[in-house]
């Protein structure tokens, strides 16, 4: 009968180590999500302040006066705390508004694609001819951005990274 208690009480841990970890929050309404090399990351809408003002990990917006941008950082990405979390996208594309096509051809010229210190600082990746991807908005206005994007990246030394899977569900800022 002991024995029997103990499996009962032990059952809930061993149900939730068994669950899809790269599974995406159903509840999170902003998310990063994709697969480097096979790998997965999530990176959830986190906000927080500090003596600089309020951050937060994921944004959309205009990027001065000649560039929308999407922007998604872990949120270790500047503190550092935790050398296997860093991390940080950046897409922009030449236009200051939202895009106006659902699927963008991502091309190194016409925009840009940065991946910055993916899990260690000084893994920078940039997307450069002839190297491609896309990115396709199925949610596209003022009250969410939402899409999958997939693309190829290389560094100066010309290892490439390939981010499969992407999805992001972001409130832009404007």
């Given amino acids: 009968m002991k024995r029997l208690w103990i499996c009962v009480l032990l ?8 669950k899809d970890k790269n599974k ?5 309404e902003e998310y ?7 790998e997965y990351f999530y990176y959830p809408q986190e906000k927080g302040s500090s003596f600089g003002g309020n ?6 917006g205009k990027s001065g006066t000649t560039a929308y941008g999407i922007y998604a ?9 935790n050398p ?19 699927t963008i051809f991502l091309d190194g010229s016409s925009n840009t694609v940065s991946v910055l210190d993916l899990k260690t600082e000084d893994n920078s990746f940039v997307l450069a001819p ?7 908005f199925s949610q596209r206005n003022m009250n969410k951005l939402v899409g999958t994007f997939e693309f190829q990246a290389s560094q100066s030394t010309g ?16």
Avoid: E, M
């Fill in 32 to 38: 990063f999500s994709f697969y480097a090399d096979g």
């Fill in 11 to 18: 059952l809930p841990v061993l149900l939730n180590s068994c």
């Fill in 130 to 136: 002839p190297l491609t991807g896309k990115i396709i």
């Fill in 73 to 81: 950082y872990n949120s270790r990405y500047y503190s550092h705390t």
């Fill in 84 to 102: 296997t979390t860093l991390g940080a996208f950046s897409f922009r594309f030449n236009v200051n508004h939202i895009p106006d096509k659902d």
């Fill in 55 to 60: 951050w937060k990990t994921l944004n959309a």
């Fill in 159 to 174: 290892k490439i990274l390939t981010i499969t899977q992407g999805k992001f569900s972001i409130i832009p800022s404007n």
């Fill in 24 to 28: 995406i929050d159903p509840d999170a």
